[in-house]
């Protein structure tokens, strides 16, 4: 189950299952390829486009399940009220997920909080156009709106701003594969591919530093 906003006609999630759209992009394909390749076991993240933090409570989990130790950065604009949040049903997640779930739904915003040893959580109710970041991440999840209907945070300035708060053989990961996008990444130094998207989609982003 997701959500979508009507303004811009546009869903949070793939219309063909948020859980499995959020595990393939940016737990398979961001936290698991990262550590597949680094030997860290504390990892920052920060999550562009916060919404309804299905990406911070599945990472919350790897985080549990593999012993991680998590700062986890997210920023929103509009952040989703919360008793639309407490509507949404997890029928994929594990019983312990669960738990973490109200966690992360009712964790305060613009402070650091510990959700349970292995993750902290610090939401930013901000807008990435004009927010400055102050910390370096290992893995960055930009989860934007699409392009075609958020053309301003797929700019270059907003990537470069992006890129430069990345670490070395930091990722950054998204769902679309757009021409534009990719060449900007390529331009700004990272390499750049493109594995199989979730649900059939032919292609989604990974760069790296
Ligand atoms: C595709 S949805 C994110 C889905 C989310 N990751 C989840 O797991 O539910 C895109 C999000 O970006 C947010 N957003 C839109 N404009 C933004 C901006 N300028 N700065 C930060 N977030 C923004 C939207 O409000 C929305 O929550």
């Known amino acids: 189950m997701s959500l979508i906003n009507h303004h811009l006609n546009e869903t949070y999630h793939s219309r063909l299952g948020a ?30 486009g916060y919404g309804t933090g299905l990406n911070a409570i599945l990472s919350c989990e790897e985080a549990i399940i593999h012993q991680l130790s998590i700062r986890y950065e997210a920023i929103e604009k509009y952040p989703v009220p919360s008793d639309l949040l407490g509507g ?15 966690l992360i739904h009712s964790a305060n915003w613009e402070s650091e909080v510990e959700i349970c ?5 610090f939401k930013r109710q901000s807008d990435i156009l004009k927010t400055a970041l102050n910390h370096a991440y290992d893995i960055i999840y930009f989860d934007a709106f699409a392009p075609s209907k958020q053309a301003d945070l797929w700019h270059f300035d907003v990537l470069q701003k992006l890129v430069r ?3 070395k053989n930091g990722l950054l990961v998204s769902y679309s594969a757009m021409g ?12 750049v591919t493109n594995p199989p998207g979730a ?10 530093k």
């Not at 949404?88 to 109200?102: F, G, I, T």
């Not at 534009?180 to 390499?191: M, W, Y």
């Open 19 to 48: 859980y499995k759209e959020s595990m393939h992009v940016f737990i398979q394909q961001g936290l698991r390829r990262f550590l597949e390749s680094n030997n860290k076991r504390s990892i920052s993240i920060l999550e562009v």
């Open 180 to 191: 534009q996008f990719k060449r900007d990444l390529k331009s700004l130094g990272l390499i």
């Open 88 to 102: 949404l049903s997890y029928a994929d997640l594990s019983l312990e997920n669960k738990e973490v779930v109200q």
């Open 117 to 121: 040893t292995h993750f902290s959580l």
């Open 199 to 208: 649900l059939g989609k032919r292609e989604m982003t990974v760069a790296c």
């Open 165 to 167: 708060s990345l670490k």
